[in-house]
């Protein structure tokens, strides 16, 4: 700097965004188009992780019914066989949440509810119950 030249001293940064309540938690948001680094949902993952052991549980024969093996797990059939409804979904979707691709409004609530029949129907799926018409998954 040269001499006569004001340094300035405050620096003033306008980050816009907002809060959000996510699953009972609290999450800033930042505006659409404003790049982001995501982060995998852990809760997500961990339903992905045990839909899956579940259902290998079930196929070995280690279990006769999901009844019978809810009560070995300490949890409610019905929790289960939404769970196990995460078994599934299409291949891309799965890849995308344990990439962390997936858009933020995809929750464990959501995801446990009936899918489509086909794999192909799964991302338009998604794509009605999230706000504002967004896609589902990044790569989708």
Known sequence: MTRGTPVPQTV?????????????RKEMQLPAGAAQQRKANSTLIKALAR????????ESAEFATIAELAEREGIAQSY?????????LAPHI????LDGRHDPEVELTRLSEPLPFEWADHSAHFTKATKGGTRACADV
């Open 51 to 58: 839909a899956f052991r579940w259902k290998r549980m079930l």
């Open 94 to 97: 799965v890849e995308a949440i």
């Open 12 to 24: 003033t940064l306008h980050v816009p965004f907002r809060v959000v309540k996510r699953g009972g």
């Open 80 to 88: 289960m066989t939404r769970v196990l409804r995460l078994t599934l």
